[in-house]
């Protein structure tokens, strides 16, 4: 009984069961470690390797739908890390009684770039972005801005600019999801909500990585 | 529409592209509590919970502060609709996926109470949530090599049961078990449903049953004994 049609190669097909052996054994490794550790810390890190175990059984598959499978199982793999080192943290807080910030301390820059070239820089990386658009457009535009964002800190920050920012950026999330609804439930107008999705989520990464300037000024504040 | 799905008739389907959701008697009667659950949930006041005393007839009413309970309650809510989302979906991956979502926010429910024994269970159940992820995933990824396709509606008409489908609804059952079968344990190891103004914390109770049960339906969709 094999599904797979005729123009596969015989070698891609022959490699479905070493995959999901060596998945199977990444799993028992990890469980074997997690058996044997007994710091939580190394613990976590163990239960992480689990997880990629995870994803080799996803990827092994090798279809197009498994490689839009192998994103939410990775997200989901993130959130629970996220989320158990929150708990970590918190547990080992309350027995200290100690607090520790998520950044802890304020940085310090000390680069001459930052002084001399940050605007040119800047328009580069974001026309680059623009011309990529999507996630990968957003990240590098993103960059584009979190560099002038630093450097324009090393000189006096303008404040109120940002709070705009991460309000425009929740706008456009809002079109990255309209643009998903009009492709499941118009699929006729696929272009319209391919383009929707594409500049919102272009437009959010830019100003994500602009929120993080503003918690970076924060920052400064407290120093 | 003539899909009979273990025996009761398919009432209707949402189709969203390729995630479809559809209702049978059975898991539209599952949906329906679910959903009813949440809403409860949303709308009560449980701040205020009376206690009788013990050798008077007096009531005793403890009252706790609204702001407490704010978080703890969004992700009962959030729980519910999950819940209420893996009932009737179609596809086995967003089942996977719901199952998850469910295990994330018991994982925050627990993990809200700030003392170290209660984070302690939060800690050790987080642990056995994404440890459960491989089983949980891989299965749904060994069923989808072995038959081609995640659509429950398109399982349920195949003829044949391959040994592939049978370890893959093993380790998918390994996997739920591990993400929302053990929230219970952990949650009444914290002591948490005693706690004044929280009764809504039972969400953790029903989602986990229901999921079990919609489980069962699925496996024997998948493995037909019948």
Known sequence: MILVPDVVSPIVVGLYAPAIIVGILVGLIGLFGISVEKNDLHVLILTDIVGIGMLIFVAAVGTDLAESLILPGLVVELAEILAISEILMSREMRKSGKTVELLPTPLHYNLEILQTAPVFLAIILIAYGAFLSGFTGGAIAGAGILFYVMSIKVRGVPSGVWEGLAGVSGMAWCLWLVGFLVLFVFPQYWLLGLMLAAFGVFIKVVFKVGIIGVMNREEFKKE | ?226
Do not use: W
Request: charged share 10%.
């Open chain 2, 1 to 226: 529409m003539d899909i009979t799905i273990l025996g009761s008739q398919i009432i209707g389907i949402i189709p969203l592209g390729d995630i479809v959701f559809y209702f049978t008697q059975f898991n539209l009667f599952m949906f329906a509590t679910a959903l009813a659950f949440t809403a409860i949930v949303a709308i009560s006041k449980t701040e205020t919970q009376v206690e009788a005393e013990f050798g008077k007839l007096g009531d005793r009413a403890v009252t706790v502060a609204k702001k407490e309970f704010k978080i703890r309650r969004f992700l009962a809510i959030i729980c519910g609709l999950a819940t209420a989302g893996a009932m009737i979906t179609g596809d086995l991956f967003d089942f996977t996926l719901f199952v998850c979502l469910t295990g994330i926010v018991n994982i925050g429910i627990v993990g809200a109470v700030r003392q170290v024994d209660v984070l302690d269970a939060a800690y050790q159940y987080g642990l056995i949530a994404m440890m459960a992820s491989l089983p949980l995933f891989g299965g749904a990824a060994l069923i989808l090599a072995a038959t081609g396709t995640l659509s429950l509606l398109e399982i349920n008409s195949l003829t044949y049961t391959t040994p592939m489908m049978i370890l893959g609804s093993i380790l998918l059952f390994l996997g739920v078990a591990g993400e929302t079968g053990v929230a219970p344990f952990f949650a009444t190891k914290a002591e948490m449903f005693r706690t004044p103004g929280s009764p809504f914390l039972l969400i953790i109770h029903l989602s986990s049953l229901l999921i079990l049960v919609r489980l069962i339906e699925i496996l024997l969709m998948i493995n037909k004994p019948f």
